[in-house]
């Protein structure tokens, strides 16, 4: 089973060994994994944006699956890209499986960056839009996606002190995954 890792990660200053520990926990359990960083492109040229898009847009058509990494990134809540790439695989009708490394409800997580106040029966933020108040750890879309189109969120039962190299949670999605394998 050939698995697309899909998340933030790509972004970090050590994105391509984070890249070969998943792959190699991957490799452990018998699956691939496709990391977005693979992919060998030229910053510099000028069309280097689109051919990342299709780089990693080929990379999922060829895998069976997608691990995400949904922990909040630049805000309260998941990665667009990464968001994207989920609902790209739940489209195709791909395995989707994904974690994020802070569990928290995503209101509480709103509440860490700005102030939220109650408005007739609803939350609103600073900003006075409403706060999605489901009691879910991410958006509804992203949540329930998941537990259609494959297994619903992996979260760890604590954060963990470095939520960008803790890969518990991710080797858990991995676990999953093999045994799907095994199954079908």
């Known amino acids: 089973m050939k698995i697309y890792l899909a998340g933030p990660d790509v972004f970090l200053p050590d994105a391509v060994e984070i890249g070969r520990q998943k792959a190699a926990i991957c490799a452990r ?10 992919n060998a492109i030229d910053l510099a ?3 280097a944006s689109r051919r990342i898009f299709a780089g990693n847009e080929a990379m999922m ?4 699956a ?5 922990t909040p ?3 309260a809540g998941a990665d667009p890209g990464t968001v994207y790439e989920l609902g790209y695989m739940a489209g195709r009708g791909k395995f989707c499986l994904a974690y994020s490394n802070d569990g928290a409800v995503y209101t509480d997580r709103v509440r860490r960056l700005m102030d939220v106040t109650s408005e007739n029966g609803r939350l609103v933020d600073a900003q006075g839009l409403t706060v999605e108040d489901f ?14 189109h494959g297994c619903p969120l992996v979260t760890p ?6 939520v960008w190299h803790d890969l518990a949670a991710f080797e858990t999605c991995v676990r999953m995954a093999a045994a799907r394998a095994i199954t079908t």
């Open 45 to 47: 040229a000028d069309d």
């Open 135 to 148: 009691g879910l750890p991410d958006n509804l879309m992203m949540i329930h996606a998941l537990e259609l």
């Open 29 to 38: 359990f018998g699956l691939v994994g496709l990391y977005p960083l693979d």
């Open 73 to 75: 990134f630049r805000g």
């Open 66 to 70: 997608v691990i995400a990494n949904l």
């Open 61 to 64: 058509d060829q895998a069976d």
């Open 157 to 162: 039962a604590a954060m963990p002190i470095d």
